[in-house]
């Protein structure tokens, strides 16, 4: 099976800043790798698909990159709304596994 | 607008079972690929299920082969996880979701929470 692994597991940061999260995959997974971002109490919502395409109505802050086994989700410039648990998926049509979650938090 | 609408959640004993239930609004659920996630309390996200568009092909996390059971009907525009053997490592809120663009989950309802608890 395919182990998704995400670093930071939790990232303390300001309004404004550039983030940067980090997803691996155990073997490689071409380009099939998804982002989400959950706040807390609700469920999660789909920001990027395909490694690096941005979901329709996702705002344009938000970007990712890679492909075979290491990937990363980028926010240019925290807002307020962006202080919660994001997620990379591998998927396909069998399966989706998650990656263990990184938690963004106000510095 | 695209919707989904869990229930049947609730507190149930070990060993004991379970039907969760998924109703779809908003776009035509025969065509789509259906998915089950769940989410422990305080923990991360874990794929359940899978399920194609006529009920033929279905899919299972290992933890779940044997006990879970993923369904529809595509009549009644609902999806449907029966939960046998429950365990109380199955606590969580179960989400069903929407397959699009090859396997990615949008959107998702708003979860149902399961409790196993004596």
């Known amino acids: 099976d395919i182990q998704m692994t995400q670093s930071p597991s939790t990232l303390s940061a300001s309004i404004g800043d550039r983030v940067t999260i980090t997803c691996r995959a155990s073997?490689?997974?071409?380009?099939?790798l998804a982002w989400y971002r959950q706040k807390p109490g609700k469920a999660p919502n789909l920001l990027i698909y395909?490694?690096?395409s941005l979901e329709t109505g996702v705002p344009s802050r938000f970007s990712g990159s890679g492909s075979g086994t290491e990937f990363t989700l980028t926010i240019s410039s925290l807002q307020p709304d962006d202080f919660a648990t994001y997620y990379c998926?591998?998927?396909?049509?069998?399966?989706?596994?998650f990656g263990q979650g990184t938690k963004v938090e106000i510095k | 607008e695209v919707q989904l609408v869990e229930s049947g959640g609730g507190l149930v004993q070990p060993g004991g079972s379970l039907r969760l239930s998924c109703a779809a609004s908003?776009?035509?659920?025969?065509?789509?690929?259906m998915t089950w996630v769940r989410q422990a309390p305080g923990k991360g996200l874990e794929w359940v299920a899978n399920?194609?568009?006529?009920?033929?092909?279905?899919y299972y996390v290992d933890s779940v082969k044997g006990r879970f059971t993923i369904s529809r009907d595509n009549a009644k525009n609902s999806l449907y996880l029966q939960m046998n053997s429950l365990r109380a490592e199955d606590t969580a809120v179960y989400y069903c979701?929407?397959?699009?663009?090859?396997?990615?989950?949008?959107?998702w309802g708003q979860g149902t929470l399961v409790t196993v608890s004596s």
């Open positions: 399920i194609n568009q006529d009920g033929t092909e279905k």
């Open positions: 395909e490694a690096s």
């Open positions: 998926q591998q998927y396909n049509i069998n399966s989706g596994t």
């Open positions: 073997q490689s997974i071409s380009s099939w």
């Open positions: 979701a929407r397959h699009i663009r090859g396997g990615v989950f949008d959107p």
């Open positions: 908003g776009f035509t659920f025969s065509s789509y690929y």
